[in-house]
Nanobody
């Protein structure tokens, strides 16, 4: 496996919840930061959340703070994005990314490996 693999997307009504999962491309390590990005039609890809090894540090975009929670299980090489109180504007393709860093990184071009993405659609 040379890239992370996302799962868990789907169609949900506004106010609902979804949990995305990302199987990392290899063994997670202290130098691997994991991030979630999203891209809506006609818009640029944007940062959603990121987490360092062991969950020591997390960061969120302002638009999802208080609604989304990122977590990771390094024994399972998996990262999660719990999305609650979903809004139609959360509709996008969500991508998991891996970066070689010990701290949070926000810019997509600083990440090394990307998944294929999973579609999240929130209906009003």
């Amino acid at each position: 496996q040379v890239q992370p693999v996302e799962s868990g997307g789907g169609l949900v009504q506004a106010g609902g919840s979804l949990r995305l999962s990302c199987a990392a491309s290899g063994r997670t390590s202290v130098t691997k930061v994991m991030g979630w990005f999203r891209q809506a039609p006609g818009k640029e890809r944007e940062f959603v959340a990121a987490i360092t090894y062991g969950g020591r540090s997390t960061q969120y975009a302002d638009s999802v703070k208080g609604r989304f929670t990122i977590s990771r299980d390094d024994d399972k090489n998996t990262v999660y994005l719990q999305m609650n109180s979903l809004k139609p504007e959360d509709t996008a393709v969500y991508y998991c990314a891996e970066g070689n860093a010990v701290r949070i990184i926000f810019r997509d071009y600083d990440y090394d490996h990307w998944g294929q993405g999973t579609q999240v659609t929130v209906s009003s």
